[in-house]
């Protein structure tokens, strides 16, 4: 079955830092992927999304691109905030199967001032 | 514009008690999942309707759990016979179309 693998955490980063958080799946056809990002105590929001191959979702300063040729979808923040802490989940959903997601295990970031 | 709220946010139970969550999507989204997230996991699907529809249900889905969408708007998702393996958090989602999924704060279950 379809499945989402990211890197293992946590992540610890200092303020201004680079990030990139890793992810690949395993899926037939052809999958939308997302980020979804959970603060502490909130659920769940979309953070950024890409369609088909090749697209770059963006959003907040992240952004992720879609490449089909490596099945990978990494997650990537020029200047990290302490704002940014978080768990970080990677996602995908198929319009064949009712367009349910498939996440990951999620990646803690911590960002320290 | 409020967002998909469930109800309780936190329900301890003992073993064996039935308990029932409910989730109220934003209005007018006709797609609704619901999700289990346990401790260092991500969700994982439980069950899909479209409208008042059910039209997917995970293997996740034992026969001691329902889910209803009475009218297609609010859901409600019951656990019978609890067990302390059905400790998780309960996610509730709600879509307008084909991609965008929007996430409630979640039900937390704990079976003691």
């Known amino acids: 079955g379809d499945s989402v693998t990211q890197m293992e955490g946590p992540v610890t980063l200092s303020e201004e830092a680079f990030l990139t958080i890793n992810c690949t799946y395993t899926a037939t056809g052809y999958p939308s992927l997302f980020w979804y990002v959970q603060y502490p105590g909130e659920g769940l929001q979309l953070l950024l999304k890409?369609?088909?191959?090749?697209d770059k979702g963006s959003n907040k300063g992240f952004e992720a691109t879609y490449r089909k040729e490596t099945t990978s979808f990494h997650l990537e923040k020029g200047s990290v905030q302490v704002s940014d802490s978080a768990v970080y989940f990677c996602?995908?959903?198929?319009?064949?199967?009712?367009?349910?997601?498939?996440f990951g295990k999620g990646t803690l970031l911590t960002v320290n001032p | 514009d409020t967002g998909v709220s469930q109800n309780p946010r936190h329900k301890i139970t003992k073993r064996g008690q039935n308990v029932t969550f409910r989730c109220d999507p934003i209005s007018e989204h006709n797609r609704l999942y619901w999700y289990r997230q346990t401790l260092g996991q991500g969700p994982e699907f439980l069950t899909y309707f479209q409208n008042e529809a059910q039209l997917e249900k995970s293997r996740l889905l034992s026969d001691r759990f329902s889910a209803e969408r009475p009218k297609g708007s609010f859901s409600t998702l019951e656990i019978q016979r609890t067990e302390q393996g059905d400790s998780a958090m309960y996610l509730c989602?709600?879509?307008?179309?084909?991609?965008?999924?929007?996430f409630g704060p979640g039900t937390r279950l704990t079976v003691t």
């Open positions: 996602a995908l959903s198929k319009g064949g199967s009712n367009y349910k997601l498939t």
């Open positions: 989602a709600s879509s307008p179309e084909a991609y965008e999924q929007y």
């Open positions: 890409a369609t088909k191959a090749d």
